[in-house]
């Protein structure tokens, strides 16, 4: 802990025009992060980081940061220790020389080893600065570094921000940092809510500035706006004995909307409750950003809550506002819900041709034909137990509500009034919970469908996707992906391992190629880069199961050895990494993945002398020694007792058969010499090693293992 008189706090504010508020929070952690990296590479000692944030500003607080930077000691190289002193380790001139250009006394120099050998250096102290003179740098590289989904410039100015900047408050205890960002200069001048507070507010005591804001109607503290937020909720549902419907993404949303909330009940009238209720939440939640209220069994009631951004004046006026906007929102939806309900739902597939999915893929009609064909091949690859008449069903009508009024409205309730359409068509109810299912999951970690044909249907949907893109170079870099391939193959394989279904993807993809093949419209010189697509998006899916795997927990090295051999069979694959974690806490694990990487090394040195030997080359009777021997017949047994468990999938029992084989292993290397003069002997022991490699790679790469 510093003294007082060392120490001061550090506020910065960086007001804007109002942010987006999904910027607000990865911003805030940037801020962090960034302060300090800065801090500590400037070596500027600080006590502790916070950040706060409203729609129109992101705060940066420091305590107790050092009024000067630590002292700095720099080592400058000099010439090599023969060269610096002669054999009775006297100084030479070079010495003499390089002490006097670094303003030392030669006596000061010190000796260090280095990798090119020993070398004279010169340490010379730097003292540190003060950070008054230093933040000016430090402040600007956080704010002009801090990235944002999208940015954008501003007159009189040469940065780029998610929002115009318009003021800059700087504090170091009771001075002002001087630096301008363009023309803006840094102040000790802040502003209060846009509406209630209009005037330049003067901080001169950071110790007072949260106050100086509240009583300007501005919460900086996002954790207690959020408390504010939900008390408020809270008090005004109390009248319609309901409770809020759980939404911590909305309140999460809603928290960076205000700085400074006040709750509004609202009501609509009973009849819009006959809509499907994801009708009702998407009309309150996704376009008027309303919190919905439950009865005590999760049943809709006709209230809302409405957060507003100020002081509780004119409530009736503004909940009559609130209310006048849902009306219109739910009337239109009412509308839309009875005409699309005029006709069944299979109707609406006809329509499908009018509507293009992509230029050289087609229709969505044209695509409905793909997953119709795809979702039978995939059963039959996997051998899902699926009606297929209920499958093609269920594939056909997948897309027919994306021509609803309802959804060409509300684009958040694809599959949602498939489903409800579906039903009032007098579909079978797996058909209709299909529909809605094969566009699950929504997100990384997202709801599954639940039924196998939902489930069948969405890696249809989902991998005819993902290969047209490809096919026509909407493949994925970087952080771009502005089609959601990323998370439609996340999306397979979760629910590959999620149904253990034992489908290759390599077949699947192979499979989807040919189907686009047939109905896309490629050119000649798409349809002869098609052959080069698989491979891409299998490499593509290896991410995706990477990604799961270290989730549950399996080391990276685990992973890659059990997918260096194989991933195409997800399911196979997972049950190989976990089965090699497992075994990790083995103690003779270690050692045999040592003999394992020995006996490798000895057949690739043997490989770059031009020597290849086949497991099929081994030869019992060939054997001298009784070590070659024992190994021999310990393989041969061990070969047979795996069979069994590599045939049930069992890689836990076989993994712990191979490792039996530490002990007559490390015997042979100590006793048998395998590249012998001898070319018979030497090729029919490379044979046995191989032996040895091949049954360990029925499971996994074992030298992807990292051993200490």
């Known amino acids: 802990m510093w003294e007082k008189k060392v120490v001061d706090d550090l506020l910065l504010e960086i007001g804007t025009e109002e942010l987006p508020a999904t910027?607000?929070?990865?911003?805030?952690?940037?801020?962090?992060?960034?302060?300090?990296?800065?801090?500590?590479?400037?070596?500027?000692?600080?006590?502790?980081?916070?950040?706060?944030?409203?729609?129109?500003?992101?705060?940066?607080?420091?305590?107790?940061?050092?009024?000067?930077?630590?002292?700095?000691?720099?080592?400058?190289?000099?010439?090599s220790n023969k060269v610096a002193f002669d054999s009775q380790g006297n100084p030479t001139k070079a010495a003499i020389g390089f002490a006097k250009s670094q303003g030392i006394e030669v006596?000061?120099?010190?000796?260090?080893?280095?990798?090119?050998?020993?070398?004279?250096?010169?340490?010379?102290?730097?003292?540190?600065?003060?950070?008054?003179?230093?933040?000016?740098?430090?402040?600007?590289?956080?704010?002009?570094?801090?990235?944002?989904?999208?940015?954008?410039?501003?007159?009189?100015?040469?940065?780029?921000?998610?929002?115009?900047?318009?003021?800059?408050?700087?504090?170091?205890?009771?001075?002002?940092?001087?630096?301008?960002?363009?023309?803006?200069?840094?102040?000790?001048?802040?502003?209060?809510?846009?509406?209630?507070?209009?005037?330049?507010?003067?901080?001169?005591?950071?110790?007072?500035?949260?106050?100086?804001l509240k009583n300007n109607y501005v919460i900086i503290d996002q954790e207690k706006r959020r408390k504010t937020i939900e008390k408020a909720i809270t008090n005004a549902i109390r009248k319609t004995k309901g409770k809020l419907l759980e939404d911590k993404e909305l309140l999460d949303e809603v928290n960076y909307l205000l700085e400074y909330?006040?709750?509004?009940?609202?009501?609509?009238?009973?009849?819009?409750?006959?809509?499907?209720?994801?009708?009702?939440?998407?009309?309150?939640?996704?376009h008027l950003k309303y919190f919905s209220i439950v009865d005590n069994g999760g049943k809709l009631l006709p209230y809302f809550v409405a957060l507003k951004?100020?002081?509780?004046?004119?409530?009736?006026?503004?909940?009559?506002?609130?209310?006048?906007?849902?009306?219109?929102?739910?009337?239109?939806?009412?509308?839309?819900?009875?005409?699309?309900?005029?006709?069944?739902?299979?109707?609406?597939?006809?329509?499908?041709?009018?509507?293009?999915?992509?230029?050289?893929l087609g229709t969505l009609y044209d695509k409905t034909q793909r997953v119709i064909k795809l979702s039978e091949i995939i059963a039959g690859l996997a051998n899902a137990n699926c009606k297929k008449s209920t499958l093609r069903r269920i594939a056909l009508l997948s897309k027919a509500d994306s021509v609803t009024e309802m959804v060409g409205e509300f684009p958040e309730l694809q599959g949602i009034m498939g489903r409800e359409y579906a039903r009032i068509s007098g579909e079978e109810k797996i058909v209709a919970d299909g529909i809605y299912e094969h566009h699950l999951p929504l997100s990384s970690s997202g709801e599954l469908p639940h039924s196998l044909e939902g489930a069948v249907v969405s890696i249809a949907d989902k991998v005819d996707t993902i290969t047209g893109d490809f096919c026509v170079g909407f493949i994925p870099s970087g952080s771009q992906d502005p089609y959601g391939l990323r998370r439609q193959a996340q999306g397979i394989t979760r629910i590959i391992l999620h149904k253990k279904l034992a489908l290759p993807l390599d077949i699947l993809i192979d499979e989807a190629l040919g189907l686009l093949k047939k109905s896309a419209h490629f050119s000649r010189r798409r349809l002869a880069e098609i052959s080069e697509i698989k491979n891409q998006i299998l490499r593509f899916f290896r991410p995706r199961l990477e990604s799961i795997l270290t989730e549950a927990g399996i080391n990276y090295d685990e992973i890659d050895a059990a997918l260096a051999v194989d991933?195409?069979?997800?399911?196979?694959?997972?049950?190989?990494?976990?089965?090699?974690?497992?075994?990790?806490?083995?103690?003779?694990?270690?050692?045999?993945?040592?003999?394992?990487?020995?006996?490798?090394?000895?057949?690739?040195?043997?490989?770059?002398?031009?020597?290849?030997?086949?497991?099929?080359?081994?030869?019992?009777?060939?054997?001298?020694?009784?070590?070659?021997?024992?190994?021999?017949?310990?393989?041969?047994?061990?070969?047979?007792?795996?069979?069994?468990?590599?045939?049930?999938?069992?890689?836990?029992?076989?993994?712990?058969?191979?490792?039996?084989?530490?002990?007559?292993?490390?015997?042979?290397?100590?006793?048998?010499?395998?590249?012998?003069?001898?070319?018979?002997?030497?090729?029919?022991?490379?044979?046995?090693?191989?032996?040895i490699v091949d049954l360990f790679y029925k499971i996994a790469d074992f030298s992807k293992i990292v051993v200490e």
Request: charged share 35%; proline share 4%.
């Open 261 to 286: 909330p006040t709750a509004v009940l609202g009501h609509f009238k009973e009849k819009y409750l006959k809509l499907p209720r994801e009708v009702l939440i998407i009309c309150l939640r996704h």
């Open 309 to 360: 951004d100020g002081i509780s004046e004119y409530m009736d006026n503004v909940r009559e506002g609130y209310q006048r906007v849902l009306t219109a929102r739910l009337e239109d939806a009412e509308f839309f819900f009875k005409q699309d309900s005029k006709r069944k739902l299979d109707e609406n597939v006809e329509k499908l041709k009018g509507v293009v999915f992509q230029e050289e």
């Open 107 to 212: 006596g000061d120099l010190v000796t260090r080893k280095i990798e090119k050998g020993e070398y004279v250096f010169a340490l010379k102290k730097e003292p540190g600065r003060t950070t008054l003179k230093v933040l000016p740098k430090i402040l600007k590289q956080i704010i002009t570094s801090i990235s944002f989904p999208k940015s954008m410039r501003w007159p009189q100015s040469n940065i780029r921000f998610a929002r115009p900047i318009r003021w800059l408050l700087v504090l170091y205890g009771t001075k002002t940092v001087n630096f301008s960002l363009g023309k803006l200069k840094a102040a000790r001048l802040t502003r209060g809510h846009s509406l209630l507070s209009t005037k330049t507010i003067m901080v001169k005591n950071i110790a007072k500035y949260e106050e100086l």
């Open 567 to 691: 991933f195409s069979d997800l399911v196979d694959a997972e049950l190989r990494a976990h089965s090699i974690h497992e075994l990790r806490k083995s103690p003779d694990f270690e050692p045999i993945i040592i003999a394992f990487k020995r006996a490798k090394n000895i057949l690739k040195q043997a490989e770059e002398r031009k020597i290849k030997v086949q497991s099929s080359q081994f030869n019992e009777k060939a054997l001298k020694e009784i070590e070659e021997k024992k190994l021999c017949e310990g393989l041969n047994r061990i070969e047979k007792e795996t069979e069994k468990f590599l045939k049930e999938k069992e890689y836990q029992g076989a993994l712990e058969k191979l490792v039996s084989l530490r002990k007559p292993v490390d015997d042979f290397f100590d006793k048998v010499m395998v590249m012998v003069e001898d070319k018979k002997l030497r090729n029919n022991r490379l044979a046995l090693l191989n032996r």
């Open 23 to 79: 910027y607000i929070e990865p911003a805030l952690k940037q801020i962090e992060t960034l302060s300090k990296k800065l801090f500590s590479e400037e070596r500027v000692p600080f006590k502790e980081i916070k950040t706060y944030a409203t729609p129109r500003r992101l705060i940066l607080f420091m305590r107790e940061v050092a009024k000067k930077q630590d002292d700095h000691i720099r080592e400058v190289l000099g010439p």
